[in-house]
């Protein structure tokens, strides 16, 4: 059981480029999340999902994109990345309570 | 004592001291509340939660308790040890679909 798992861990991507973050669970979760968080904050929510086809906007959803074509993965892409999306983005899931995955670090240059 | 930092508040106890983490949430409709510690360079992981139909729940070494009347969470951490240094998030959610996060206070803990 590895819970939440992400790839990749850490990614440099110039302005413009494009990219697809993915994030695992092996719990049978049915909601999975994508947060960012920033230096000194704390998360924030980009996009969720409720279900197998499924996706909702959070907080944070310009410039992003999800999909969850299975249930066991949801993920988050950047169509057009700008320096403003260097993060740290964190991928959840759970039944009750969240459960995180490691993280990963994005650097847009 | 408590500060205010450039990025996050630090509490600064002494080994073996109790240490007491304050947060306070915005959604009165909000009826699940959750404490995570982040270490550096991890994901947060879960410390634990109350409903709000409860103002106290203890786990081990950690309490939580919840003031619904002024909005706030405090998370109380028995013989703190230098293995809790990190920062410590609390989350807020209205029927389990959203999770909003406090800003984190850092926790650190002196030999």
């Known amino acids: 059981n590895a819970g939440v798992t992400q790839t990749p861990k850490f990614r440099v991507l110039k302005t413009g480029q494009s990219m697809t973050l993915l994030c695992a669970q092996d719990m049978n979760h049915e909601y999975m999340y994508w947060y960012r968080q920033d230096p000194g904050m704390g998360l924030r929510l980009i996009h969720y999902?409720?279900?197998?086809?499924?996706?909702a906007k959070g907080e944070v959803p310009d410039g992003y994109n999800v999909s969850r074509l299975k249930k066991q993965n949801f993920l988050l892409g950047l169509e057009s990345a700008a320096p403003s999306q260097t993060s740290v983005y964190f991928c959840?899931?759970?039944?009750?309570?969240?459960?995180f995955g490691p993280g990963t670090r994005l650097l847009v240059l | 004592g408590e500060s205010v930092g450039l990025h996050l508040p630090t509490l600064s106890v002494q080994e073996g001291d109790n240490s007491i983490i304050n947060c306070a949430y915005s959604n009165s409709a909000s009826d699940y509340f959750i404490w995570y510690k982040q270490e550096s360079g991890k994901g947060p992981q879960f410390i634990i939660d109350?409903?709000?139909?409860?103002d106290k729940r203890q786990g081990q070494r950690v309490t939580v308790l919840l003031n619904k009347t002024v909005k706030h969470l405090s998370l109380q951490i028995a013989a703190t040890q230098p293995g809790d240094s990190a920062v410590y998030f609390c989350?807020?959610?209205?029927?389990?679909?959203?999770?909003?996060f406090g800003p984190g206070t850092r926790l650190s803990v002196l030999p």
């Open positions: 109350i409903r709000s139909n409860m």
């Open positions: 989350a807020e959610s209205d029927y389990g679909q959203n999770f909003v």
């Open positions: 959840a899931s759970r039944s009750e309570t969240q459960y």
């Open positions: 999902s409720v279900g197998e086809g499924t996706t």
